[in-house]
């Protein structure tokens, strides 16, 4: 039995995703690729079945109230599609219990609504959020420092954190914004020397002993004033383009500030901060990019103004 599982993970493993990078809708692959697996004999069908719900998809917290007694052993990936928005945050949760040994969880927000508070709904039972190693988050509405908190409180046990969502949030002057370039970024810029996040990112995040990656995807547009084609001298982190061409104009402030970001405190275990980008139209943009959410961003900061 142990060999026929050996093989069938392997052949489930070799079946490709389906675009992994599309929200809200599942990336597993169709039932059908499993389907010639399960009809051969009843215990192939038992290991197509468990390689199949090695991810589970749902789109409402209900689905995972009568899921299977097995889901327990078998999934390991919660897929979530969560779109609601910050005015409600409570009492709708999403109930962990059934799923034991989970490792990662991945939650696509709706880009529309304001939703930055709402991974608050995915950290109960709290052993189950705990010992979650991998989040996935897509369409952030205001990735603010604030969502770094609502992550690191939720999910002390992460290894592995990613964010994709369009806006970008500027440590200068503490907005989320839609980032431009003068020309195309490199599909992704790695930090490992240096921590290669917002200060206040790093310093949300430093609760998390564990952590060793975090990728942040992002869309930008051309037009902007910086390159970051050649090289990252700026060893950027997220600054606006108008933030750049207002406060760099002048070396000293410049100098400063790119010494200030390489000598900002690592989360213990972080070993590497890997940056994508991704090309968009501004008016293919969801988020309403001039809309600052209630409350605002961080405007507690004494020093990065
Ligand atoms: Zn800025």
């Known amino acids: 039995m142990e060999l026929l599982r050996e093989i069938v993970h392997y052949y489930t493993k070799a079946i490709p995703p389906r675009e992994p990078e599309k929200g809200r809708q599942s990336y597993k692959p169709p039932w059908s690729a499993f389907e010639s697996l399960a009809i051969a004999s009843k215990a192939l069908r038992q290991l197509a079945l468990e390689s199949w719900f090695e991810v589970y998809f749902s789109r409402s917290p209900d689905d995972l109230l009568h899921v299977w007694p097995e889901f327990e052993l078998w999934t390991r990936e919660l897929h979530c599609v969560e779109l609601g928005t910050d005015l409600q945050i409570r009492p709708v949760q999403w109930d962990l219990r059934a799923f034991r040994r989970l490792c990662k969880l991945r939650v696509d927000f709706d880009p529309s609504q304001s939703n930055a508070m709402l991974l608050m709904r995915f950290d109960h039972p709290r052993h189950i959020a705990s010992q979650l190693q991998e989040l996935e988050v897509h369409d952030v509405s205001w990735p603010s420092p604030m969502v770094l908190r609502v992550i690191s409180q939720a999910f002390p046990g992460l290894r592995i954190l990613k964010l994709s969502q369009d806006l970008v949030w500027c440590n200068l002057c503490n907005i989320c914004r839609f980032a431009t370039f003068k020309d195309h970024p490199p599909d992704e810029i790695a930090y490992v020397k240096f921590v290669g996040l917002p200060k206040h990112y790093a310093m949300y995040l430093m609760p998390l ?29 997220g600054e606006c383009d108008a933030c750049m061409d207002m406060m760099f104009t002048g070396d000293d402030f410049k100098r400063e500030w790119i010494g200030r970001k390489k000598t900002i405190e690592k989360p213990p275990s972080l070993r590497s901060v890997i940056w994508h980008f991704r090309h968009k139209n501004l008016e293919d943009v969801i988020v309403d990019v001039d809309d600052e959410p209630e409350g605002g961003a961080d405007h507690d900061e004494e020093d990065d103004t």
């Open 209 to 237: 002993t564990h952590l060793h990656t975090v990728e942040l995807t992002i869309s930008y547009g051309l037009g902007g004033s910086t390159s970051l084609s050649k090289n990252n001298d700026l060893v950027w982190t």
